[in-house]
């Protein structure tokens, strides 16, 4: 069982420094704490916990040019549509039993205060970095990756440009035949044990499967779970022209009269390119031109601010003035990167969760994040109610502690935005 005193024999030896661990590397979130609370005007909730809100694609343009005693032009309605948006449920858990709860409770037991102090940190980080890799790195179709090929019993090699980025030790996974098909191998309970980052390669627990190019992989640990309605939104859905994600909040990109729901999307057929300053300023002036909103932040993967130092670089001067010598300062300061838009003084954000190849110019005030629940123990405020394991007829040895939130985020304005895809980048190989 999961939590034994047994089990933890390698962190008994260990006192570990506060969130130094290795599961807390990545546990810093960019995207999620910068979406707004607030739902679009004019929302209300339907059928216990659907969000629906209005989209009006265009005004009724009653407008013309007259001759006197000319006729008025023709009343006609708005073009309306109505999005309806649900939250999802993100979960983790942990166990601990009796004896681990307080035998290892010092801080030269695995953590500085303990087993009981460890834990839970781990938990929250695992999830809040959950959370945040589902909202920047998916298309709101849960898959984290492709397979490329089966090096291997018991592997996986993943296929760029997602490779192993969405991808954790420990992961519960499901591959399956199709996007939303049935599991490829009806086996239980497999994770990932362990993941080759140079390679793309995982390892995976249980028995070995037939995995075949192209099946998706999805973190679910059921093998039965339905994948119909389950997963959260994903950026590269919300800001999309059709081409990943058909449908927003359930209206069809592709249907007569939506296409404003399509974002501006600048892909170059598939044939990479290095990311431009050209590129950018007519990304900015597009978004201007259509809809008179002004992008404020540039989110893309580490691998793309290299592109963007490598064409910069070169219009970089450092002049002696008097007798002071040239700087010989190297890198970068994040603060110091800017794109200038009309109206706009771009900020970089950074994510190592944002796909290779790709960046995003954001607007955020056409973003909203709706919590139905914020993130919280479900034995109470904190870990310290915690749920006895059930048993048969009885109660086990030991404690659980659930940590859930219900929650969702989405635009209402996907032409706000923008995305630039088929950009050459370190991570495929450019």
Same mark, same amino acid.
């Not at 002049?319 to 040239?326: D, K, N, T, Y």
């Given at each position: 069982?999961?939590?034994?005193?047994?089990?933890?024999? @390698?962190?008994?030896?260990?006192?570990?420094?506060?969130?130094?661990?290795?599961?807390?590397?990545?546990?810093?979130?960019?995207?999620?704490?910068?979406?707004?609370?607030?739902?679009?005007?004019?929302?209300?909730?339907?059928?216990?916990?659907?969000?629906?809100?209005?989209?009006?694609?265009?005004?009724?343009?009653?407008?013309?040019?007259?001759?006197?005693?000319?006729?008025?032009?023709?009343?006609?309605?708005?073009?309306?549509?109505?999005?309806?948006?649900? #939250?999802?449920?993100?979960?983790?858990?942990?166990?601990?039993?009796?004896?681990?709860?307080?035998?290892?409770?010092?801080?030269?037991?695995?953590?500085?205060?303990?087993? =009981?102090?460890?834990?839970?940190?781990?938990?929250?980080?695992?999830?809040?970095?959950?959370?945040?890799?589902?909202?920047?790195?998916?298309?709101? +179709?849960?898959?984290?990756?492709?397979?490329?090929?089966?090096?291997?019993?018991?592997?996986?090699? =993943?296929?760029?440009?997602? /490779?192993?980025?969405?991808?954790?030790?420990?992961?519960?996974?499901?591959?399956?035949? +199709?996007?939303?098909?049935?599991?490829?191998?009806?086996?239980?309970?497999?994770?990932?044990?362990?993941?080759?980052?140079?390679?793309?390669?995982?390892?995976?627990?249980?028995?070995?499967?037939?995995?075949?190019?192209?099946?998706?992989?999805?973190?679910?640990?059921?093998?039965?779970?339905?994948?119909?309605?389950?997963?959260? @939104?994903?950026?590269? /859905?919300?800001?999309?022209?059709? +081409?990943?994600?058909?449908?927003?909040?359930?209206?069809?990109?592709?249907?007569?009269?939506?296409?404003?729901?399509? +974002?501006?999307?600048?892909?170059?057929? /598939?044939?990479?390119?290095?990311?431009?300053?050209?590129? =950018?300023?007519?990304? @900015?002036?597009?978004?201007?031109?259509?809809?008179?909103?002004?992008?404020?932040?540039?989110? =893309?993967?580490?691998?793309?601010?290299?592109?963007?130092?490598?064409?910069?670089? #070169?219009?970089?001067?450092?002049?002696?003035?008097?007798?002071?010598?040239?700087?010989?300062?190297?890198?970068?300061?994040?603060?110091?990167?800017?794109?200038?838009?009309?109206?706009?003084?771009?900020?970089?954000?950074?994510?190592?969760?944002?796909?290779?190849?790709?960046?995003?110019?954001?607007?955020?005030?056409?973003?909203?994040?709706?919590?139905?629940?914020?993130?919280?123990?479900?034995?109470?405020?904190?870990?310290? @109610?915690?749920?006895?394991?059930?048993?048969?007829?009885?109660?086990?040895?030991?404690?659980?502690?659930?940590?859930?939130?219900?929650?969702?985020?989405?635009?209402?304005?996907?032409?706000?935005?923008?995305?630039?895809?088929?950009?050459?980048?370190?991570?495929?190989?450019?």
């Amino acid at each position: 069982m999961a939590g034994a005193i047994t089990d933890i024999a @390698n962190s008994l030896k260990v006192a570990y420094p506060t969130r130094a661990v290795e599961t807390m590397m990545q546990a810093e979130q960019v995207f999620r704490p910068r979406l707004t609370r607030e739902l679009p005007s004019g929302s209300r909730l339907t059928d216990g916990y659907e969000i629906r809100f209005g989209a009006r694609l265009n005004s009724s343009q009653n407008v013309a040019q007259i001759l006197d005693l000319g006729t008025f032009p023709a009343a006609k309605d708005a073009t309306d549509r109505q999005f309806v948006f649900k #939250p999802t449920i993100f979960a983790a858990d942990f166990q601990i039993g009796i004896m681990t709860r307080f035998a290892a409770s010092s801080n030269v037991a695995g953590f500085n205060g303990g087993e =009981m102090r460890r834990r839970p940190e781990e938990v929250m980080a695992d999830l809040g970095k959950f959370i945040e890799s589902t909202y920047v790195g998916t298309d709101g +179709s849960g898959i984290r990756g492709y397979v490329e090929s089966d090096p291997g019993a018991n592997q996986l090699k =993943m296929k760029l440009p997602w /490779g192993v980025r969405l991808l954790r030790e420990n992961f519960y996974i499901s591959e399956r035949v +199709s996007a939303g098909g049935a599991v490829r191998d009806s086996i239980d309970g497999r994770y990932i044990s362990d993941i080759n980052i140079d390679t793309r390669v995982i390892t995976y627990s249980g028995a070995d499967q037939t995995p075949v190019a192209d099946d998706p992989v999805y973190v679910v640990a059921e093998t039965t779970q339905t994948l119909t309605a389950l997963f959260a @939104n994903g950026l590269r /859905g919300q800001i999309d022209d059709g +081409s990943l994600a058909q449908y927003i909040h359930t209206l069809d990109r592709t249907a007569a009269g939506n296409t404003k729901l399509k +974002s501006l999307v600048y892909s170059n057929g /598939g044939e990479r390119r290095n990311l431009t300053e050209q590129l =950018m300023i007519a990304a @900015n002036h597009d978004v201007w031109q259509r809809v008179t909103k002004r992008p404020s932040t540039l989110l =893309m993967p580490e691998t793309q601010v290299e592109k963007y130092i490598e064409f910069v670089a #070169p219009q970089r001067r450092f002049p002696a003035v008097g007798r002071e010598r040239q700087g010989k300062s190297t890198g970068y300061d994040v603060s110091d990167l800017h794109h200038f838009a009309p109206g706009v003084d771009m900020d970089f954000l950074i994510s190592p969760d944002a796909l290779p190849g790709e960046i995003y110019g954001l607007s955020w005030d056409s973003f909203f994040l709706y919590e139905a629940v914020r993130l919280q123990w479900l034995s109470g405020h904190d870990t310290a @109610n915690l749920l006895l394991l059930p048993g048969t007829g009885t109660h086990k040895a030991g404690w659980g502690a659930y940590l859930v939130s219900i929650e969702n985020f989405g635009t209402d304005f996907p032409l706000a935005s923008w995305k630039m895809t088929d950009l050459k980048d370190r991570a495929l190989g450019d």
